[in-house]
């Protein structure tokens, strides 16, 4: 099985220097808590991680979360709601889980399909954040990589 990194915008605009900013676009997230999918095999995606890790959080979704995010905040082309007839229609599967699982499978790549839009947006979290947004993870921040536990943050954020 191969990891699926959800990656989450935390900072906005203000003081982002240039080539980070670049990265965040090329990243796809381009306003504060929006979040995109990548392979954590894709070429280059650690060296962009590690660029903005500043600005972003980032870590392994699992597939019931993937599942959830996909129900809640997935959006089809024209910013309509994903529904189960229109993924039965366009990736021949009966359920988000199913659709969830294929895409953590590699079967469907997502950032490369033109089925659903590329980026989710979120809401700030549901009591905020634990610590402060502008430090790392392991400097009783949040920003950077949290592994497992980027999973309970979604969940906080939908």
């Given at each position: 099985m191969r990891k699926l990194y959800l990656i989450i915008r935390i900072r906005g605009?203000?003081?982002t220097p240039p080539d980070?900013?670049?990265t965040l676009e090329n990243l796809r997230l381009l306003r504060r808590y929006a979040a995109s999918l990548y392979p954590a095999d894709l070429p280059g995606i650690e060296n962009m991680l590690r660029k903005a890790q500043?600005?972003?959080t980032?870590?392994?979704?699992?597939k019931?979360?993937?599942a959830r995010l996909l129900e809640a905040r997935g959006r089809a082309p024209g910013d309509k709601k994903l529904t189960i007839e229109y993924i039965k229609e366009r990736f021949n599967v009966n359920s988000f889980e199913e659709l969830a699982e294929k895409m953590i499978n590699g079967e469907i790549v997502f950032h490369k399909q033109d089925a659903i839009k590329p980026f989710f947006r979120l809401h700030p979290p549901r009591g905020g954040f634990r610590n402060s947004i502008k430090k790392p993870i392991?400097?009783?921040?949040e920003a950077g990589y949290r592994g497992?536990?980027?999973?309970?943050?979604v969940l906080r954020m939908l």
């Open positions: 605009e203000p003081d980070v900013r670049k500043a600005w972003i980032w870590g392994e979704i699992n019931e979360t993937l392991g400097s009783r921040g497992e536990k980027i999973n309970d943050l």
